[in-house]
């Protein structure tokens, strides 16, 4: 296992999982001198147990057809520790491996030999995927954050109106009331409400 750093500050660091060692040095070296920060591991085993001591790269490129695992293996691996994209390279294409490919989330799947001049590119798209698959998945979790918080106001909403069998209007007032005097989020506030149901002491002032 290796590990070297571009001259160039270029801020995308690769990891490079093949067993064959001059592919490996070659591709390297390409990028390297295209300003990419490199490490290279020889296996699967080796490639996550670099990955469990290191800082997560930007991009992983990994070879399928290495002995003892193949490298469809990995990607398991690299979504456990912190979701890392990735580009499956293959000495022959095949359909069926392909398809797994694809169904592992690969952002390409490109078959040696190949080199830095046609790397490079697939390199800046898979990245440019990754940062819109990235997004989306924000974007995602903000909604469900939301959905959530609204979630937890109603039925907040719901336990005041029980409580103190008052409206809707009145029990959304009261619970807004308290959670901007006690200087709470609303949504943290409708939390502790639900959390504490028996214990709901809140001041009318609606």
Known sequence: MSSE???QQNKTSILLVDDDRLILATMATGLMQAGYEVNTTESVDEAVAWLESNPRPDIAIIDINMPNRSGLELPASLD????IPFIFLTARSEPEVNAEANTLGAMAYLVKPIDSAQLIPAIQTALSRAQDVKNMKSQQQ???TALDGDRSVSVAIGIIMDQYRISYEEANTMLRNNARS?????V????SIIHSRESLNLENDS
């Open 5 to 7: 750093k571009s001259l």
């Open 80 to 83: 456990r520790l912190d979701y």
């Open 142 to 144: 903000q909604l469900q």
């Open 182 to 186: 006690k200087r709470i989020k609303l």
């Open 188 to 191: 943290d506030f409708a939390t």
